[in-house]
Nanobody, 123 residues
């Protein structure tokens, strides 16, 4: 199983980025998907999650209204559209896959993780 995250980069505050995470080696539609982030010196934190069908989404309070998670099961890909970016959004962003239907906000629920993509927001 492999999750490949891409789309990170350097952007000015107020700008936008779209992250993608392509999944290989698993039945994508059988997995809920999540995005987490980790800033230097901080713990990994929940950003957003989406259920297997894409019908339900969940967001951290800090990104709600600015970020949108979506998925395309035909392309085995999950996306994170990030708008109105702030310097505090700077982190390495990770995608993860969860075969269960548990607590999607908790990192330990997830079965597979991608390698991460760096997002840097300048002020």
């Amino acid at each position: 199983v492999q999750l490949q995250a891409s789309g990170g980069g350097l952007v000015q505050a107020g700008g936008s980025l779209r992250l993608s995470c392509a999944a290989y080696g698993l039945t994508f539609s059988s997995y809920a998907m999540g995005w987490f982030r980790q800033a230097p010196g901080k713990e990994r934190e929940f950003v957003a999650a989406i259920n297997k069908s894409g019908g339900s989404t969940y967001y951290a309070a800090s990104v709600k209204g600015r970020f949108t998670i979506s998925r395309d099961n035909a392309k085995n890909t999950v996306y994170l559209q990030m708008n109105s970016l702030k310097p505090e959004d700077t982190a390495v962003y990770y995608c993860a896959a969860d075969v269960g239907s548990g607590w999607l906000r908790v990192p330990s629920e997830y079965d597979y993780w991608g390698q991460g993509t760096q997002v840097t927001v300048s002020s």
